[in-house]
């Protein structure tokens, strides 16, 4: 079986156009003002995995377009007994699912999913493979501060190695010829890095990534992940961490972004993370619209 039309998978594989498309919608989507492209839909939100953004921003976005939400989680669940994916998804859509949102620890889970399912699927982020609906609203979120992708350079700090929402911004951003650089020691940004995507170059050294950037887009660095590398705390800290005297690398209009959860102390200074240049809570907020136009295409209501 092939996925159902309007599944959302991942970005490797999706057109430029139809990336233009999903956010030239979102532009039209507002959650204050509710249209009911999804009245009496009914969208499962099975989440394997903590989320408080993701599955916030999905929930809300159904809601305001008249869909029926619900939320089934690993704990308190049949999947805590042991039940198989294939069967929580026989199970959900035999209970009436009109669309499947799904996040799991295992890279390909909503795609095998996609291949058993006859509803839409979408990818709230899979093991270390992709996080399609952050990108997009990441590139939303640009768009809104830039206007245009054209000539930007995007400097990408932190944990590339585990990052879904690096390989998925990776995938996005070339399609559209910005140049990428991602940044951060050998361990957490391996040289291999520069096969995610056309064009991309890898460097130890954060003024390096910096100088003459547009966009600055760090990402979660977890200390006991850096401690089982065996990647010394304070040393990642004085060569990477985003502060004021950095940020004046990058150019004077460069916008600072993060998916989400930021460590503050860690991967930026309070600083940065309350400066006038950072747009993590607008990422957030801009995180609804996206995904009332990433559902609104899985019912075939995105025109």
Same mark, same amino acid.
């Given at each position: 079986?092939?996925?159902?039309?309007?599944?959302?998978?991942?970005?490797?594989?999706?057109?430029?156009?139809?990336?233009?498309?999903?956010?030239?919608?979102?532009?039209?989507?507002?959650?204050?003002?509710?249209?009911?492209?999804?009245?009496?839909?009914?969208?499962?939100?099975?989440?394997?995995?903590?989320?408080?953004?993701?599955?916030?921003?999905?929930?809300?976005?159904?809601?305001?377009?008249?869909?029926?939400?619900?939320?089934?989680?690993?704990?308190?669940?049949?999947?805590?007994?042991?039940?198989?994916?294939?069967?929580?998804?026989?199970?959900?859509?035999?209970?009436?699912?009109?669309?499947?949102?799904?996040?799991?620890?295992?890279?390909?889970?909503?795609?095998?999913?996609?291949?058993?399912?006859?509803?839409?699927?979408?990818?709230?982020?899979?093991?270390?493979?992709?996080?399609?609906?952050?990108?997009?609203?990441?590139?939303?979120?640009?768009?809104?501060?830039?206007?245009?992708?054209?000539?930007?350079?995007?400097?990408?700090?932190?944990?590339?190695?585990?990052? =879904? +929402?690096? !390989?998925?911004?990776?995938?996005? *951003?070339?399609?559209?010829? @910005?140049?990428?650089? %991602?940044?951060?020691?050998? $361990?957490?940004?391996?040289?291999?890095?520069?096969?995610?995507?056309?064009?991309? =170059? +890898?460097? !130890?050294?954060?003024?390096?990534? *910096?100088?003459?950037?547009? @966009?600055?887009?760090? %990402?979660?660095?977890?200390? $006991?992940?850096?401690?089982?590398?065996?990647?010394?705390?304070?040393?990642?800290?004085?060569?990477?961490?985003?502060?004021?005297?950095? *940020?004046?690398?990058?150019?004077?209009?460069?916008?600072?972004?993060?998916?989400?959860?930021?460590?503050?102390?860690?991967?930026?200074?309070?600083?940065?993370?309350?400066?006038?240049?950072?747009?993590?809570?607008?990422?957030?907020?801009?995180?609804?619209?996206?995904?009332?136009?990433?559902?609104?295409?899985?019912?075939?209501?995105?025109?």
């Amino acid at each position: 079986m092939n996925p159902a039309r309007g599944s959302l998978l991942g970005i490797e594989h999706l057109e430029a156009a139809e990336i233009l498309r999903i956010l030239k919608f979102a532009r039209r989507m507002n959650p204050d003002k509710p249209r009911p492209l999804l009245k009496g839909k009914r969208v499962m939100l099975l989440f394997y995995e903590a989320s408080t953004r993701t599955r916030s921003s999905f929930e809300i976005a159904a809601k305001s377009m008249g869909a029926h939400t619900v939320l089934i989680q690993s704990f308190g669940s049949s999947i805590e007994k042991g039940e198989s994916l294939l069967d929580t998804g026989y199970t959900v859509r035999a209970v009436g699912a009109d669309i499947i949102v799904i996040r799991h620890p295992n890279a390909g889970a909503p795609y095998t999913m996609s291949q058993h399912i006859d509803v839409p699927v979408i990818n709230a982020g899979d093991g270390l493979h992709e996080h399609p609906s952050q990108s997009l609203l990441d590139a939303y979120t640009i768009l809104r501060n830039k206007k245009t992708f054209k000539g930007l350079q995007v400097a990408i700090v932190g944990d590339i190695f585990h990052s =879904r +929402v690096a !390989r998925s911004a990776c995938h996005l *951003l070339s399609k559209f010829g @910005v140049k990428i650089i %991602l940044c951060g020691p050998p $361990e957490l940004v391996p040289d291999i890095a520069t096969t995610l995507a056309p064009g991309i =170059r +890898v460097t !130890r050294h954060i003024d390096d990534a *910096l100088r003459g950037t547009d @966009v600055i887009m760090l %990402l979660r660095v977890q200390s $006991e992940r850096l401690s089982g590398l065996k990647l010394d705390l304070l040393e990642y800290i004085t060569r990477y961490q985003m502060n004021p005297a950095r *940020l004046k690398m990058a150019r004077k209009d460069a916008i600072v972004m993060h998916p989400g959860p930021i460590i503050r102390g860690l991967e930026l200074t309070s600083e940065i993370a309350d400066g006038a240049q950072a747009r993590i809570l607008e990422e957030v907020r801009n995180g609804v619209p996206t995904r009332m136009a990433i559902l609104a295409r899985a019912m075939g209501k995105m025109r």
